[in-house]
Nanobody
Framework: QVQLVESGGGLVQAGGSLRLSCAAS????????MGWFRQAPGKEREFVAA????????TYAASVKGRFTISRDNAKNTMYLQMNSLKPEDTAVYYC?????????????????WGQGTQVTVSS
């Protein structure tokens, strides 16, 4: 079992920045592929970014590439999402997720553990 807790969400103006954190427990963090997803009202959950267990491989959704940066600190059992140049369309509940595999993927169905989510609201 893996427990995931997100933090760092909030209200920010367009063009601003936020840093989300995801603290993990219950299983060796360094063996997990980690991902960030988001879900806006009335929309399906969508992939944002993912990172390999070592942190050497990352992948991003086209909509956030160049603005968001995913990273992890295995010593602290924590993953991060640095979000810059935020836009109103980035408004959503952001979820962190984990999968017990070495393959970095973007499909929500491939992730077995999920956090409760943290709200990010970007005002125009």
């Amino acid at each position: 079992q893996v427990q995931l807790v997100e933090s760092g969400g909030g209200l920010v103006q367009a063009g601003g920045s936020l840093r989300l954190s995801c603290a993990a427990s219950g299983r060796t963090f360094s063996t997990l592929v980690m991902g960030w997803f988001r879900q806006a009202p009335g929309k399906e959950r969508e992939f944002v970014a993912a990172i390999s267990w070592s942190g050497t491989k990352t992948t991003y959704a086209a909509s956030v590439k160049g603005r968001f940066t995913i990273s992890r600190d295995n010593a602290k059992n924590t993953m991060y999402l640095q979000m810059n140049s935020l836009k109103p369309e980035d408004t959503a509940v952001y979820y962190c997720a984990a999968r017990g595999s070495t393959t970095v993927v973007g499909s929500p169905s491939e992730y077995g553990w999920w956090g409760q989510g943290t709200q990010v609201t970007v005002s125009s």
